[in-house]
């Protein structure tokens, strides 16, 4: 169910170029929920230095994920908007909490695991990637975190976290809870895995529209012919073009599959029209906001002010019962 009245919060890495997966299951979610609800988005870049090692790229993901968020309609007036490390007090939380985590209970993270598993030499830092995550969400006393399905353990852990402390020091922290929409739960990358930045199959918001075309006529298909009939559950090209057509449009596109005689290069052409058309405009505001930078970094200041204010406000309590403040 969406959220309304509630404190809607989550953060993103500034690790490159947003794709479609970041938009479906985080930013759109975020961005509409910004009208009916008090929302805390912010970009997580202390959890970036757990793989970014270059200075330029890191500032560079900032003032960019910045300007796509403002351009894609997160409007500061409504929304407080911030770069994690503005407010460094969460740093202090995170130790808090990190001396009340179980080791097993990061051990037992998915996402670890699988960079374990893709060959990447741990840091600490990326083992406790959650516990800065679960201080992010308890510093602000989040009801509801919109995130893709890949991140519902880490809010898990950050329920157990924070149930660990309640309970060990008294009432103290919100129990925050997901939301996953489940049409948009794994958006599929042009290889038909999960879309990520770690398998290089993404297709970014922002791509001029040449890219765009390109990216979208790479998106692996089978090879039946074009007179023969295709299971359109099974395609790529569908599975994204359900993101952007009317059900209407839908429904056509199925039939087409359904009857033969239509080609996938035919829905790849659809398909790259909807995106391009959806994203047209965004691409022409962000062009405009990355010329004026000083209003970017005004904006995040000025949020960051804010969030900072409540961030006090928890850690006041949490060192009082911690016994760090007298
Ligand atoms: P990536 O996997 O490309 O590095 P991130 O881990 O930075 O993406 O994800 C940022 C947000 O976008 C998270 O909420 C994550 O769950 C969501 N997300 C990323 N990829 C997808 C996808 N393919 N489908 C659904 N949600 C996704
Ligand atoms: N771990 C999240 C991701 O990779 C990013 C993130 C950091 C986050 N802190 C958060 C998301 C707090 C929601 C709430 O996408």
């Known amino acids: 169910m969406k959220p309304k009245g509630k404190r809607v919060l989550s953060g993103i890495q500034p690790t490159g170029n947003l794709h479609l997966g970041n938009y479906f299951a985080m930013m759109k979610p975020m961005i509409e929920f910004q009208e009916e609800n008090d929302l805390f988005c912010f970009i997580v870049n202390y959890h970036a230095l757990t793989t970014v090692r270059d200075r330029n790229k890191l500032k560079k993901g900032v003032i960019e994920a910045a300007a796509d968020f403002l351009s894609l309609g997160l409007n500061p007036e409504k929304a407080i908007f911030w770069v994690q490390s503005d407010v460094p007090e969460v740093l202090e939380l995170t130790w808090v909490l990190s001396c009340l985590t179980p080791m097993g209970l990061l051990e037992r993270c998915h996402s670890y695991k699988d960079k374990i598993n893709k060959g990447i030499t741990p840091n600490h830092g990326l083992f406790s990637y959650p516990v800065l995550m679960a201080a992010d969400i308890l510093l602000y006393q989040a009801d509801v975190v919109p995130v893709g ?42 290889d038909g895995q999960k879309m990520s930045k770690s398998y290089n199959n993404t297709i970014e918001i922002f791509l001029d529209e040449k890219t765009l075309r ?6 692996i298909t089978d090879s039946t012919p ?50 391009n058309n959806y994203f047209k405009p965004y691409r022409e505001k962000r062009e405009e906001l990355l010329k004026d930078r000083d209003r970017i970094y005004k904006i995040l200041s000025e949020g960051a002010e804010k969030a900072r204010y409540i961030a006090n406000k928890t850690l006041r309590k949490v060192r009082k019962k911690v016994g760090i403040l007298y």
């Not at 950050?158 to 309640?166: G, Q, S």
């Not at 390109?214 to 998106?219: G, L, P, S």
Request: glycine fraction near 6%; proline fraction near 5%; aromatic fraction near 12%.
């Open 149 to 190: 399905k890949d991140q519902k353990q880490h809010i898990e852990v950050t329920r157990d976290i924070a149930e660990k402390f309640n309970f060990t020091y008294g009432e103290t922290f919100t129990l925050p809870e997901e939301f996953i929409d489940p049409d948009v739960a794994i958006v599929p990358g042009i």
């Open 214 to 219: 390109k990216k979208i006529m790479r998106i």
């Open 226 to 275: 074009v007179e023969e009939p295709k299971d359109p559950e099974k395609c790529n090209v569908f599975k994204l073009y359900k993101l952007f057509a009317t059900e209407d449009e839908i429904k056509e596109m199925e039939k087409n599959y359904r009857n033969g005689g239509f080609g996938y290069a035919q829905a790849k052409e659809l398909l790259f029209e909807k995106v």
